[in-house]
């Protein structure tokens, strides 16, 4: 006997597809129309060491097979590998953040990945008065991925992997010797 979904659970689920989907178009336009007279005055120049976080995942995530604590050494060896110090204590941060969704009737999952590299800066607040902390972002990259419930993990890990790999080859472009 098949259960039958309320009207506002179909709705969310598709909300959330055309959510991934929006802010895939979203940033290939950004990357797209961007060029160097858009290059942002915060980018990884002088970042020699980097502490690794993680954002909390969705509880569709642990249904399709995901735990962030698999994606850490992928990031550390990545990161390690390529010439970048991991410390437990800086102001600059790695973050991985996973956006899951579910589709129950279909086994398909959605993720939305991304990762950044964040510095925390201290500035002025006018509005308050005082000093403030935050943090500004230096790099930030996003990539989707869809698949059947069974083979998701590995195809998240797929894209971590490469998102990785895009933030070593900036932070190679940005920190050679040939720039002075």
């Not at 259960?3 to 179909?10: M, Q, S, V």
């Not at 689920?13 to 005055?41: M, N, Q, R, W």
């Not at 990161?79 to 589709?103: P, Y």
Request: net charge negative.
């Amino acid at each position: 006997m098949s259960t039958i979904k309320p009207p506002l659970y179909k709705f969310s689920v598709k909300i959330c597809y055309y959510t991934i989907f929006l802010v895939g178009v979203l940033t290939t336009t950004s990357v797209i129309a961007g060029g160097d007279e858009s290059k942002p005055d915060a980018n990884l120049l002088g970042v020699s060491e980097i502490r690794i976080t993680m954002s909390q995942i969705t509880p569709d995530a642990i249904s399709c097979g995901l735990s962030l604590e698999h994606f850490r050494p992928i990031l550390k060896n990545q990161l390690q590998a390529n010439g970048l110090k991991l410390v437990s204590s800086t102001s600059t941060l790695l973050t991985l953040g996973l956006m899951t969704t579910l589709d129950m009737d279909r086994s398909v999952c959605g993720t939305s990945a991304t990762l950044g590299v964040y510095r925390k800066v201290a500035y002025y607040d006018d509005d308050a008065g005082w000093l403030r902390n935050g943090y500004v972002v230096l790099w930030q990259r996003g990539q989707q991925v869809m698949s059947g419930t069974a083979d998701h993990a590995e195809m998240t890990t797929i894209v971590v992997q490469q998102l990785s790999e895009k933030l070593i080859e900036s932070w190679r472009a940005e920190n050679s010797e040939d720039e002075s």
